[in-house]
């Protein structure tokens, strides 16, 4: 036979045991001892009751259910489909024609109008060298050309009517061909003296000054062009293979708050041995807002699963055994442990544990534990 263990209300032991104790002792000294033999009692009698409740609800689920309070929750779905992770990044806008410009020919600065971020349009002209020696020698060369020009046109005139020799003819006209030549090489110098702009661009740093003067291949600005822009980024090292040329990219410009989706243009073959990355290349639309030197924010595709499961991740706990999230049947809340797959922004893919039809617990899931009674409400 069953031992059983009746207990009076806690509030009724305490009152019997005062009034018992209430002629034996005498003074403040006595009633605190009193008081803590008590306390005492109090503490043995609740962990007494807790153990039992502990092992009544393990054989009897009813009295498990009837000894909790209900927590009011509110609930979310599990969902079955799509469900894509990208590698997000950020790169650099950039410029093929990213250019320094450098003297051709030697001699003091004349000028330089163009200033640091100065917009610059094809042929405009940034600086000017002194060629007051090269515009010396054109005027000479061309005074010797218009000589023999007159000389050769004689002569040509002679020879068309069979006077003269052949010979004189030919040196009238080489001489005069060659000077033309050496004019031209004199002009194409004294243009070098013009420094000026190869494409639509922006003078991004000015190194030269007024009166300085420069060599032939001596910097004197770095030119970059408004056309032809493109993204670099570094891509960890554990995406080789992933990313292919072609691939979709999404493509965000938090200076302006603009989107656009563009592809990968070409994938590095090096890793950089500092920072065990690759660099890919995104290719850019001719674009208003968009400058050299911007940051873009890149979203990469790396993985799809047109049929998974997947349930929001802050709803996702774990313990020694794993990771679980709370499912409601019948205003119960039952502990499902899962195995999760990969998460993107505040989505987690379920490999295992969940078919995708479940109601979660959303709010009031860290209040919840196996078995416990809710009540759903809707916020």
Request: a negative charge; charged letters at 25%; hydrophobic letters at 40%.
């Given at each position: 036979?069953?031992?059983?263990?009746?207990?009076?209300?806690?509030?009724?032991?305490?009152?019997?045991?005062?009034?018992?104790?209430?002629?034996?002792?005498?003074?403040?000294?006595?009633?605190?001892?009193?008081?803590?033999?008590?306390?005492?009692?109090?503490?043995?009698?609740?962990?007494?009751?807790?153990?039992l409740e502990t092992e009544i609800a393990a054989l009897d689920p009813e009295f498990a259910k009837l000894g909790q309070k209900t927590i009011l929750i509110t609930t979310a779905n599990a969902r079955k489909g799509n469900f894509e992770h990208f590698v997000e990044v950020t790169g650099s806008v950039l410029s093929k024609k990213?250019?320094?410009?450098?003297?051709?020919?030697?001699?003091?600065?004349?000028?330089v109008p163009a200033v640091e971020g100065m917009r610059a349009k094809k042929g405009q002209v940034l600086a000017r060298?002194?060629?007051?020696?090269?515009?010396?020698?054109?005027?000479e060369l061309q005074n010797s050309l218009d000589l023999a020009t007159t000389l050769f046109e004689k002569q040509e005139r002679l020879w068309k009517q069979q006077i003269g020799t052949e010979v004189q003819y030919l040196e009238a006209k080489n001489r005069k061909e060659g000077l033309d030549r050496s004019l031209k090489t004199l002009k194409t110098q004294l243009d070098k003296g013009v420094i000026r702009a190869p494409f639509d661009g922006t003078?991004?740093?000015?190194?030269?000054?007024?009166?300085?003067?420069?060599?032939?291949?001596?910097?004197?600005?770095?030119?970059?062009?408004?056309?032809?822009?493109?993204?670099?980024?570094?891509?960890?090292?554990?995406?080789?293979?992933?990313?292919s040329k072609g691939d979709s990219?999404?493509?965000?410009?938090?200076?302006?708050?603009?989107?656009?989706?563009?592809?990968?243009?070409?994938?590095?073959?090096?890793?950089?041995?500092?920072?065990?990355?690759?660099?890919?290349?995104?290719i850019l639309p001719r674009m208003a807002n968009l400058k050299p030197n911007m940051i873009a924010v890149l979203r990469i595709k790396d993985y799809e699963n047109t049929d998974g499961v997947v349930v929001p991740s802050h709803l996702i706990l774990s313990d020694n055994k794993g990771d679980y999230l709370f499912v409601v049947a019948d205003n119960v809340a039952k502990?499902?442990?899962?195995?999760?797959?990969?998460?993107?922004?505040?989505?987690?893919?379920?490999l295992e544990g969940l078919a995708g039809t479940e109601v979660l617990v959303d709010k009031g899931f860290r209040e919840v534990g196996d078995n416990f009674n809710v009540n759903i409400t809707q916020l």
């Amino acid at each position: 036979m069953k031992p059983t263990l009746k207990f009076l209300p806690l509030s009724l032991i305490v009152l019997f045991a005062y009034s018992c104790s209430s002629g034996t002792g005498e003074g403040l000294d006595a009633k605190k001892a009193e008081l803590e033999k008590l306390k005492a009692q109090s503490t043995e009698l609740a962990e007494s009751i807790q153990v039992l409740e502990t092992e009544i609800a393990a054989l009897d689920p009813e009295f498990a259910k009837l000894g909790q309070k209900t927590i009011l929750i509110t609930t979310a779905n599990a969902r079955k489909g799509n469900f894509e992770h990208f590698v997000e990044v950020t790169g650099s806008v950039l410029s093929k024609k990213n250019v320094s410009i450098s003297a051709e020919a030697s001699g003091l600065v004349l000028e330089v109008p163009a200033v640091e971020g100065m917009r610059a349009k094809k042929g405009q002209v940034l600086a000017r060298i002194n060629a007051e020696s090269i515009q010396r020698n054109i005027d000479e060369l061309q005074n010797s050309l218009d000589l023999a020009t007159t000389l050769f046109e004689k002569q040509e005139r002679l020879w068309k009517q069979q006077i003269g020799t052949e010979v004189q003819y030919l040196e009238a006209k080489n001489r005069k061909e060659g000077l033309d030549r050496s004019l031209k090489t004199l002009k194409t110098q004294l243009d070098k003296g013009v420094i000026r702009a190869p494409f639509d661009g922006t003078v991004e740093t000015v190194q030269v000054r007024t009166g300085e003067l420069v060599q032939p291949g001596m910097a004197m600005f770095q030119f970059v062009g408004e056309s032809d822009l493109f993204i670099e980024a570094d891509i960890s090292e554990s995406y080789v293979g992933v990313m292919s040329k072609g691939d979709s990219v999404e493509v965000s410009f938090p200076s302006f708050n603009q989107d656009l989706k563009t592809k990968i243009s070409a994938i590095g073959s090096i890793i950089n041995p500092n920072n065990r990355t690759f660099k890919v290349e995104i290719i850019l639309p001719r674009m208003a807002n968009l400058k050299p030197n911007m940051i873009a924010v890149l979203r990469i595709k790396d993985y799809e699963n047109t049929d998974g499961v997947v349930v929001p991740s802050h709803l996702i706990l774990s313990d020694n055994k794993g990771d679980y999230l709370f499912v409601v049947a019948d205003n119960v809340a039952k502990k499902m442990y899962v195995k999760r797959g990969k998460t993107f922004g505040d989505e987690s893919e379920i490999l295992e544990g969940l078919a995708g039809t479940e109601v979660l617990v959303d709010k009031g899931f860290r209040e919840v534990g196996d078995n416990f009674n809710v009540n759903i409400t809707q916020l």
